[in-house]
């Protein structure tokens, strides 16, 4: 239990270190926000989530990302040999080379299967 402000309402707020435990914990384990063990001493899940959702807004996790990729440059320790990107996550924003139709249309329209142009029985 977080102890109350004697002459502020409301609960002490979180240590940054505390709750940024908290938060990779629950990536981490996967587990949901309200299942995390106030045990831990990470502060409710609901708080952690809170954090979160305000770095993120912030742009704190933009910054600590652009932060650690300039350090490992620095130390020229980053390497980019296994790094790979992905069509999901990279716009193509000039388009790419015409490559022709698509294999799935090659074989005309599909035969549909709810309904027969042949007459029945």
Not at 24 to 33: H, M
Not at 53 to 65: D, I, M, P
């Amino acid at each position: 239990m977080v102890e109350r402000r004697f002459r502020s309402p409301g609960r002490k707020r979180l240590d940054q270190r505390k709750v940024m435990c908290g938060i990779l914990f629950v990536l981490y384990t996967g587990i949901r926000w309200e299942f995390l063990p106030q045990e831990l001493g990470f502060g409710s899940g609901m708080a952690c989530w809170r954090r979160l959702r305000n770095w993120n807004e912030a742009g704190v996790w933009q910054q600590l990302h652009e932060l650690l990729l300039t350090e490992l440059r620095t130390r020229d320790v980053l390497d980019l040999s296994r790094a790979s990107a992905d069509g999901s996550h990279l716009r193509a924003l000039k388009g790419g080379d015409a490559t022709g139709p698509s294999p799935v249309d090659r074989a005309g329209p599909a035969a549909s299967t709810t309904s027969s142009s042949t007459p029945g029985p």
